[in-house]
């Protein structure tokens, strides 16, 4: 005898088993929700990591780009200023850049935090 069959009594519903056909569509849902969320969680993932593989890629293109920049500023100031004083320079101008650039992140962590 099949479930809904089981259920009627009569021809009629019974308490118990609308409670079961309940606690069934209950279940389905949760199912539902369940596999809904492992999908998002699955394509987040996918779209964390090439973000991150670009970021990455950036990161270290940026890094020879700085390092270019450097040493030719440090090449150009051969003329005019001895070593100590170039290095002291360009040293002095990534203390800067560095500590806007920490400042700034810190500003955008304190903005972010009161949302």
């Known amino acids: ?52 593989a670009l970021i990455l890629a950036g990161a270290l293109a940026l890094a020879g780009s700085w390092t270019a920049l450097t040493l030719a500023i440090y090449v150009h100031l051969a003329s005019q200023l001895s070593v100590e004083q170039r290095l002291g320079l360009i040293g002095l101008a990534h203390g800067i850049a560095g500590f806007g650039l920490m400042i700034a992140g810190a500003r955008a962590m304190k903005a972010h935090a009161h949302d």
Do not use: F, K, W
Not at 22 to 40: F, M, N, P, S, W
């Open 1 to 52: 005898m099949s479930d809904t069959v089981a259920a009627r009594t009569n021809g009629h519903v019974t308490v118990e088993g609308a409670i079961d056909r309940i606690a069934e569509a209950a279940q389905d849902v949760v199912a539902g929700q369940i596999e809904v969320t492992r999908l998002d969680v699955v394509a987040a993932g996918g779209r964390m990591a090439r973000g991150g």
